[in-house]
C-alpha cells in the first residue's frame, strides 16, 4: 500500500511498514487543502492530530482503506461517515495506557503532598513545614470514570495503596480485581478522589460542570488526564473556591485546539484559566500523560501491529 503519514512519529513506524512492503511518503507541513488535493493516490494515512478528517476530505480519499491515529481518540474523525465508506480505523490506547496510568498517580501523589507549592517555596528560601503537612492516600476511595484502556491502567496503578476503587462507565460489566463497578449515584456518594479517562464525544464535553459537582457528597481531588473538553473550567474554579473540590491536576485543559498541539485558539489567556492559575492546589502539565518516551516507541508499534493484522 501507498501510505502517507502527516504528523512526526518514532522513526519504526515507517521502518517497519516499510519492512512489510509498504510505500511510506511524508508530508508534515502541507496544509489540509493541500493534502486532500493527493489523498486519492494513497490506500493508507497515518495522522496524530494535525487537522481533522472530515466528510469532504474522506470524499476525496477514494482509495483509502485505512487510517491510522498514533494516539488513542478518535474525535478528530469522522467515525461514522469513515466506516460507511469501508474505512479500517485504527487508534493505539494500548501504546499510552501504562504512561497515562503514571502521570495520573504521579499528580494525584503530588496533589496530596504538596510538592508543587513546597518546591516552589523552598527555591524562594522558604521552609514552611505545617503549611506543607500531606495527606496520605490510603483509606481513600478513588472513583474512575471511564473504564477502559486508560482506567483499566490507573486502576492498576493503584494495586500498592490500601484504597478502595470504584468505576463508572457506561458499559455494563467492565469492572474488574482492580476496581469494582458502581451506579453512578454509588459513585458520587462514595469517592474521594475522581480521575476522568473518557474519550471526547458528546456526552462527555461539559460533563464535568457544577451540576455534576454538586451531586458529590464529599468534597473531592479531580485528576484529568483525558480531554480538557470535558471540564467546565468556570465550574472547577467555583467549586474550588467553594471547597467542593479540594485540589485539581489537569493534564488537558478546555481552552486547547482541537490539534492538541497549542494551548488557545487565541493568543489571550481566557479569564476562567486566569482564575484557576491561582490556585495553589492546581498542578497543571502540557498534555503529556501519554507522551513519554517509552509510549512514543510502542504507541508507533501498535500502529504498525495493527495494519500487519488486517491487511497481511
Known amino acids: 500500500m501507498n501510505i502517507l503519514h502527516v504528523d512526526t512519529n518514532h522513526p519504526l513506524l515507517i521502518e517497519e511498514l516499510a519492512a512489510l512492503g509498504h510505500t511510506n511518503h511524508e508530508d508534515f507541513t502541507g496544509s489540509k487543502a493541500q493534502i486532500e488535493a493527493k489523498i486519492a493516490n ?5 495522522i496524530r492530530s494535525r487537522f481533522t478528517i472530515d466528510k469532504p476530505f474522506l470524499d476525496k480519499a477514494t482509495n483509502l482503506k485505512f487510517i491510522g491515529r498514533v494516539g488513542a481518540g478518535l474525535e ?13 480505523l485504527i487508534a493505539a490506547p494500548e501504546g499510552n495506557q501504562n504512561a497515562v496510568g503514571e502521570h495520573a498517580l504521579g499528580m494525584l501523589l503530588s496533589l496530596f503532598n504538596k510538592l508543587n507549592q513546597a518546591d516552589a517555596e523552598v527555591r524562594q528560601g522558604l521552609w514552611q513545614r505545617e503549611a506543607n503537612r500531606g495527606v496520605e492516600l490510603d483509606g481513600k476511595t478513588v472513583g474512575i470514570i471511564g473504564y477502559g484502556y486508560m482506567g483499566k491502567a490507573f486502576a492498576k496503578k493503584l494495586k500498592g495503596f490500601d ?5 463508572y462507565d457506561i458499559k455494563t460489566n467492565v469492572g474488574d480485581d482492580n476496581a469494582t463497578q458502581v451506579a453512578l449515584k454509588e459513585f458520587q456518594n462514595r469517592v474521594e478522589v475522581v480521575s476522568l479517562h473518557t474519550p471526547q464525544t458528546p456526552r462527555t464535553i461539559g460533563m464535568i460542570n457544577i451540576e455534576f459537582i454538586q451531586q458529590f457528597a464529599h468534597p473531592f481531588w479531580l485528576i484529568n488526564t483525558a480531554r480538557g473538553s470535558a471540564v467546565v473550567t468556570k465550574d472547577l474554579v467555583a467549586a474550588l473556591e467553594s471547597g467542593q473540590i479540594l ?12 490539534s492538541f498541539e497549542h494551548l488557545f485558539s487565541e493568543a489571550k489567556i481566557p ?5 484557576l492559575m491561582q490556585f495553589k492546589q492546581v498542578l497543571l502539565s502540557p498534555h503529556v500523560a501519554g507522551w513519554t518516551v517509552e509510549s512514543h516507541q510502542k504507541l508507533a508499534q501498535t500502529i504498525v501491529d495493527k495494519v500487519q493484522e488486517i491487511f497481511h
Open 76 to 88: 478528530n474523525i469522522d467515525l461514522d461517515y469513515a466506516t460507511q465508506k469501508g474505512i479500517h
Open 42 to 46: 494513497y490506500d493508507g494515512l497515518v
Open 271 to 275: 479569564k476562567p484559566l486566569q482564575d
Open 163 to 167: 484504597v478502595e476503587v470504584l468505576c
Open 247 to 258: 485540589g485539581a491536576g489537569l493534564d488537558v485543559l478546555e481552552y486547547e485546539k482541537s
